[in-house]
């Protein structure tokens, strides 16, 4: 067991604390559960507060191009309120909730190149510091699996997956970032479509899907994006011919020509300004999104551009099953959480 020992604000000789989280992803909604240890320094101290921030690395689009930063997007308190002798050893088990719209960060065992953390944060004396930090792995719903499986069938390949600061119009989204997972056209469409996006937002009750293709554009014609919404029941799992239902929204998808009347835009907030919880990482590139509201299974019109994180590929007939090729491998993705975070706390970008 490797302690963290809290440098900060409450001196060498404060409290160490090791988070451990249990074994296994936890799919969004799911508990996520573990214990805080804490052994005491050389004094005892009142240990006011254990608290724990899901963390993410998030993309945002300025005047100034890109830059990525570190956004905390759920917090909780999991202990505090008692007395924690010198060098004594104690443990404070949680289990809590997942935000629904935790994105994915794993497939089929498989890393996509999302890093989120979990971090420990303690308050003794009134004095706050971070302390331990782990990776927080998650994998998909059922439905999403069900959705990324029936692509996969289809012939569409895994490129990339980021996270992008902002948010969708017209949907129910609660975090303030969404997941875009970039996939590579299925042959029968690739005459017509650069790549697909795709982007869940789950509920309680079931998913949301964005789906937005890149276009290609003819000879005298510029290439469009079209973006189009579905939703689906988490009961709709063994329910549904996914092959047949997903190949019916890339159909209406890249067949779609909406209008381009009142589109109201994807916010994309500045990430230096006060309170947005981001740190000066950079990254190249810009770009805008936009869309309208239509009801359900409806067409828009729009555009999105920028780079994304992984270059995965997928191969198989079992279905979107993901290979990593000059990417990330599941103990980089690990050692990225530690030195992304933490050099975010370096430069104090980490609330919101």
């Known amino acids: 067991m490797v302690f963290k020992r809290l440098l900060g604000a409450m001196g060498a000789g404060g409290p160490s604390v090791d988070t451990v989280l249990d074994g296994g992803p936890v799919a969004p909604g799911g508990i996520l559960s573990g214990q805080v240890h804490l052994q005491g320094g050389s004094a005892d101290v009142e240990i006011e507060h254990i608290g724990l921030e899901l963390i993410a690395r998030v993309e945002a689009e300025h005047e100034d191009g890109e830059s990525e930063g570190a956004v905390v997007f759920e917090r909780f308190t999991v202990g505090g309120g008692f007395r924690l002798a010198e060098q004594e050893r104690h443990s404070v088990p949680f289990s809590v909730s997942l935000p629904w719209e ?66 969708i119009g017209g949907t129910g989204q609660q975090l303030p970032f969404y997941q875009e997972i970039e996939l590579t056209p299925a042959p029968q469409y690739a005459h017509v479509v650069n790549e697909i996006e795709l982007t869940f937002l789950a509920t309680p009750a079931g998913m949301e899907i964005v789906l937005e293709a890149d276009k290609r554009g003819g000879l005298f014609e510029p290439g469009q994006d079209a973006l189009t919404r579905f939703t689906v029941s988490h009961h709709d799992v063994g329910a549904r011919d996914w092959n047949s239902e997903v190949d019916g929204w890339i159909r209406q998808l890249v067949e779609h020509r909406a209008s381009y009347g009142s589109h109201a835009t994807y916010g994309h907030a500045d990430p230096y300004a006060a309170g947005s919880g981001y740190g000066h990482h950079s990254a190249h590139g810009s770009g805008h999104a936009s869309d309208h509201e239509s009801g359900h299974g409806s067409g828009h019109e729009g555009h999105r551009s920028g780079p994304g994180l992984g270059t995965a590929v997928a191969a198989g007939a079992a279905g979107l099953a993901v290979g990593v090729v000059g990417g990330l491998v599941a103990a980089e993705v690990v050692d990225e959480v530690g030195d992304f975070f933490e050099g975010d706390d370096d430069e104090g970008g980490e609330e919101d």
């Open 102 to 167: 935790t994105p994915v960060s794993e497939l089929y065992g498989q890393p996509l190149g999302i890093v989120l953390g979990v971090r420990t944060e303690l308050a003794v004396a009134g004095a706050r510091d971070k302390g331990d930090l782990d990776p927080l792995a998650v994998r998909p719903l059922p439905v999403q699996e069900a959705v990324l499986e029936a692509l996969g069938q289809l012939g569409f390949g895994f490129k990339s997956a980021d996270l992008e600061h902002g948010h």
